[in-house]
């Protein structure tokens, strides 16, 4: 079971990235996926969630109605839409796979004017 980030990078204040996580050794939709982030000297925090095999997600207060989880099956990756993106949004996201206790490698996400 493995999980591997992309996508990340640096954006503007009010500017916009997508990341991927694509899963192998198990079925992507089958299973609930999450989305965490860690910014400097904080604690990782949950950021979105996505129930298996629905198109059900719930989102942190802090990133609602400005993040968008989505899926595409055929690839068996995940995907975190990132909008009006702001300076706190900073920090290294990471894709998750409870069922399996699988974490992605992390990705850095800076937002800087």
């Known amino acids: 079971v493995q999980l591997v980030e992309s996508g990340g990078g640096l954006a503007q204040p009010g500017g916009s990235l997508r990341l991927s996580c694509t899963a192998s050794g198990f079925t992507l939709s089958s299973y609930v996926m999450k989305w965490y982030r860690q910014a400097p000297g904080k604690e990782r925090e949950w950021v979105a969630t996505?129930?298996?095999?629905?198109?059900?997600?719930s989102y942190a207060d802090s990133v609602k109605g400005r993040f968008t989880i989505s899926r595409d099956n055929a690839k068996n990756t995940m995907y975190l839409q990132m909008n009006s993106l702001q300076l706190d949004d900073t920090a290294v996201y990471y894709c998750n796979a409870p069922t399996w206790n699988s974490w992605g490698q992390g990705i850095q996400v800076t937002v800087s004017s």
């Open positions: 996505f129930e298996s095999g629905a198109t059900f997600a």
